[in-house]
């Protein structure tokens, strides 16, 4: 994977939050940042997700069990 460098401006808190519990649990801090943001565009693409299926119809349970093969298991 090709890197780049990433600059911005913070609230001090916060940076020293990052620092801290990266230090405490020893992590390195480009690697939390790294997957905070990750974490963050999943999120976004997630509720984009959950906005197009809010509205669609419920199936029935034993239409559920059967695609997930627990038919009859439960």
């Keep these: 994977m090709t890197q780049t460098q ?5 609230d001090a808190t916060v940076k ?6 990266c230090q405490i649990k020893g992590l ?3 690697r939390f940042i790294e997957e905070a943001l990750i974490d963050k565009l999943e999120e ?7 906005k197009k ?3 669609e ?3 029935p349970l034993a239409d559920v069990l059967k695609d997930l093969k627990l038919d009859g298991k439960i």
Excluded: G, H
């Design 6 to 10: 990433l600059a911005t401006r913070i």
């Design 16 to 21: 020293k939050a990052v620092e801290t519990v």
């Design 28 to 30: 390195k801090m480009n």
């Design 44 to 50: 976004i693409d997630d509720i984009e997700d959950l």
């Design 53 to 55: 299926i809010r509205f």
């Design 57 to 59: 119809k419920s199936r």
